[in-house]
């Protein structure tokens, strides 16, 4: 069966301060690895994959396959980066849909 | 229409009753996706249709849930004999699908918030 776990339920810095949100799988076999974000009052959209390899909005992602994990950085957090996160995988399976993790709510306080 | 579109936005409804939640996928996406959220909670998959069909409804939590989809648009969840449990905002999404498009990235809605009194 395949599992996203996302350990904090809430992740709080202060502008400037680097973050990262974790994020652990769960699958046999070569997943993809998502990260999604809702902003307050906007919908859930894609932030970025692991296929992609590129930075969105400063965010970078690596996928570890040896630790099993897709953490999601920024070396240096803006106010406007609040929302909640949320990790998702994808199995290989023409049939696979998404599987989503339980969510991150990140506040960056001035 | 240039997104997802659910209706109602809010509904709130008498232990019971039984409620049917819409949603309008972008055009001419093939793959439409319900998923429950929980207050505190993730994002919970019930359901995937690819067209019409449902190949994947392995996340509906009992048999008062269904859902249906006709002419590759239009999706209707409904709840039957709804309970205070049920209470959650209902997500809809879209997608291109294989091979068209990736499937992975969907496109949500703005969501149907259900409260059961």
């Known amino acids: 069966a395949q599992r996203v776990t996302q350990p904090e339920k809430l992740l709080s810095v202060f502008k400037g301060a680097p973050v990262e949100l974790k994020c652990n799988y769960s699958?046999?076999?070569?997943?993809?690895l998502f990260w999604y974000v809702q902003y307050s009052r906007q919908r859930l959209q894609l932030l970025l994959r692991h296929i992609s390899r590129e930075s969105i909005k400063g965010f970078t992602a690596d996928l570890n396959k040896g630790e099993t994990s897709f953490h999601l950085k920024k070396p240096f957090a803006q106010e406007e980066d609040s929302a909640m996160y949320y990790c998702?995988?994808?199995?290989?399976?023409?049939?696979?849909?998404?599987?989503f993790g339980k969510g991150t709510m990140l506040l960056v306080s001035p | 229409g240039a997104g997802v579109s659910q209706s109602p936005s809010n509904k709130v409804t008498e232990k019971g009753k039984d409620v049917e939640l819409r949603c309008d996928p972008i055009?001419?996406?093939?793959?439409l996706y319900w998923y429950r959220q929980r207050l505190g909670q993730g994002l919970e998959f019930l359901i995937y249709f690819q067209g019409n069909s449902a190949p994947d409804k392995s996340g509906l939590p009992s048999d008062r849930f269904s859902a249906e989809r006709t002419g590759e648009s239009v999706s209707t969840l409904t709840i039957q004999r709804t309970q205070q449990e049920d209470s959650a905002v209902y997500l809809c999404a879209s997608s291109l699908d294989y091979p068209q498009g990736d499937k992975n990235i969907q496109y949500f809605g703005a969501g149907t918030r259900l409260s059961v009194l």
């Open positions: 055009s001419g996406h093939t793959a």
């Open positions: 699958y046999s076999g070569s997943p993809e």
């Open positions: 998702a995988l994808s199995g290989i399976s023409g049939y696979s849909t998404l599987t």
